[in-house]
Every structure is written in structure tokens, then in C-alpha cells.
């Protein structure tokens, strides 16, 4: 008999597949199956990279690898707006705007 979980990995790994050529259509095409993790819902805002580790069962510095992605991608994790052009991993935010929550936090400090 096999067990449940072994059972519902199959649709889930159908769903993130499904989630991810969804983003790519729509412009994301720089974002990994890794980035999914962090694009959850509740967002990550206003917790810290060591409770966003626990939460997401990632070491921290796997999880700051990828919010560093995120951030050269000028992508926030809680954010909702489609890109106007295909991100790239040259892409960089407009200057005088920060790339996301985390970088403002870091630079006023």
C-alpha cells in the first residue's frame, strides 16, 4: 500500500510546474522552481530571513542566495504587479527606488 504523501507529491509537483510556466507566460521568465517557495502566501514581509528559513523548511543561507535573485530581479516577494518587460538578470530598479522592503531596511542602517 502506498502512502498518501508519495501519493499527493504527484499533484503537487503538477500545480508548482503549472504555477511556474504561468509566471514564465507572463513575463517572469528569470524566476526557478527554488523562487516558488518564497512567493507564498502570507509574504514574507516584516519577517526575518531567519523566520522566512524556519517557515519554508530552507537553510538561511539557501533562502538569502534566492532573496538576493530576487532582489537583482527588482521582484519583492509580497509583489502583485506584472512586469511592463521581460525581467532580466541585468535589470535593476530606477534609481532612488529600492529593490524591495529587505534592501530599504538594510540601507538605512
Same mark, same amino acid.
Given at each position: 500500500?502506498?502512502?498518501?504523501?508519495?501519493?499527493?507529491?504527484?499533484?503537487?509537483? &503538477?500545480?508548482?510546474?503549472?504555477? =511556474?510556466? $504561468?509566471?514564465?507566460?507572463? $513575463?517572469?521568465?528569470?524566476?526557478?522552481?527554488?523562487?516558488?517557495? =518564497?512567493?507564498?502566501?502570507?509574504?514574507?514581509?516584516?519577517?526575518?530571513?531567519?523566520?522566512?528559513? @524556519?517557515?519554508?523548511?530552507?537553510?538561511?543561507?539557501?533562502?538569502?542566495?534566492?532573496? $538576493?535573485?530576487?532582489?537583482?530581479? &527588482?521582484?519583492?516577494?509580497?509583489? @502583485? @504587479?506584472?512586469? @511592463?518587460? &521581460?525581467?532580466?538578470?541585468?535589470?535593476?530598479?530606477?534609481?532612488?527606488?529600492?529593490?524591495?522592503?529587505?534592501?530599504?531596511?538594510?540601507?538605512?542602517?
Amino acid at each position: 500500500m502506498k502512502l498518501i504523501g508519495s501519493l499527493l507529491r504527484i499533484p503537487y509537483e &503538477a500545480v508548482r510546474a503549472r504555477m =511556474l510556466s $504561468g509566471l514564465h507566460e507572463r $513575463g517572469y521568465t528569470d524566476l526557478v522552481a527554488a523562487h516558488l517557495n =518564497l512567493l507564498l502566501w502570507p509574504g514574507p514581509e516584516n519577517q526575518r530571513p531567519s523566520e522566512l528559513a @524556519t517557515q519554508t523548511r530552507m537553510s538561511k543561507q539557501a533562502l538569502n542566495y534566492l532573496l $538576493g535573485q530576487l532582489e537583482q530581479l &527588482a521582484i519583492s516577494p509580497g509583489e @502583485t @504587479t506584472q512586469p @511592463t518587460s &521581460a525581467p532580466s538578470a541585468s535589470t535593476s530598479p530606477p534609481e532612488g527606488k529600492p529593490r524591495s522592503k529587505r534592501s530599504a531596511k538594510s540601507s538605512t542602517r
